[in-house]
């Protein structure tokens, strides 16, 4: 977790593959978990066909076996390898004994690793600079400029009085490496809890979701870059999207940045996320 301007920024999701090495060693020494702490769920995901899931919360551990009993010293396929998957709630639940950041530092620092999935969320529990109807209304208006080709928004309401039950853009494709999420975050704490009454009332959330590749370059920032979480977050806003103060030039790419969105990104270059191919 990190603060930015009374935001907070946070790993929302990681997703990686261990090859050449045991069960025990990736829930042991990696995750640094009891492997007593895990149990064995009914069906594998992903290709794999076991798979363990945390006892406290949310990280899931996939496998192919060889042999049918699953202990601490079962032999797993090398080809595959052990995937490692930690949700939106696994990594708060996981954070609470473990550092994420150090996680990633440490699988940084094996041989082979390979990671499939990183998400960066942004909070702003207030909607003082990330307001999803400020950015929806620029949106709607073309108000932008992006590297993206295109964006979406998703709305469920409900039935009987057409309020909004959740809100949701996207900008960028949702099959892509890397794209952009925002949206109405109390609604979405109101539709799955019912504590509402601890739930901040303009709670907007601003998420990147990279993947394979684009996950590859962001780890590599946050470790061997030592870029502190906001910065790389914001850093790939700066280079793939912009929001804009319309004027009469016919060139929007000439518009002058909205104000919020210079005071989210001040002090922050823009971050180089492709991989040079080896020929």
């Known amino acids: 977790m990190a ?6 920024v946070i790993i929302d999701w990681l997703e990686f593959t261990v090859m050449d090495t045991s069960l025990k060693d990736v829930i042991d020494r990696i995750l640094n978990l009891p492997f007593s702490d895990f149990s064995l769920l009914e069906k594998g995901r992903f290709g794999y066909q076991n798979q363990l ?8 551990v996939m496998f192919t076996a060889v042999g049918n009993e699953i202990n601490e010293d079962i032999q797993v396929r090398k080809e595959t390898g052990v995937h490692v998957m930690i949700t939106g709630q696994g990594c708060k639940q996981y954070s609470v004994n473990n550092s994420l950041q150090t996680l990633l530092r440490f699988l940084s620092a094996q041989e082979k690793v390979n990671f499939s999935r990183v998400d960066l969320a942004i909070d702003d529990y207030e909607s003082k600079i990330i307001n999803y109807d400020k950015i929806h209304k620029s949106a709607i208006r073309g108000h932008f400029t992006s590297r993206w080709s295109k964006w979406d928004e998703v709305n469920s309401r409900q039935s009987s ?57 962001v780890v590599e920032y946050l470790v061997k870059g030592e870029k502190p979480l906001g910065h790389v977050l914001r850093g790939t806003l700066r280079r793939y999207l912009r929001f804009l103060i319309p004027s009469t030039d016919q060139n929007k790419s000439r518009w002058p940045s909205a104000k919020w969105w210079d005071r989210l990104l001040s002090n922050v270059e823009e971050l180089q996320l492709t991989i040079q191919k080896e020929p």
């Not at 603060?3 to 907070?8: A, F, I």
């Not at 504590?195 to 601003?206: A, D």
Request: glycine share 8%; net charge positive.
């Open 3 to 8: 603060l930015y301007q009374g935001l907070e």
């Open 53 to 60: 899931k945390w006892k406290t919360g949310h990280v899931y």
């Open 161 to 217: 009085t057409g309020e909004f039950l959740g809100r949701t853009m996207y900008f960028g494709s949702q099959a892509s490496d890397l794209f952009c999420r925002i949206y109405d975050k109390t609604l979405e704490r109101k539709a799955n809890s019912e504590q509402e009454t601890e739930i901040p009332k303009k709670w907007t959330r601003l998420e990147l979701v990279y993947r394979k590749d684009r996950a590859k370059k």
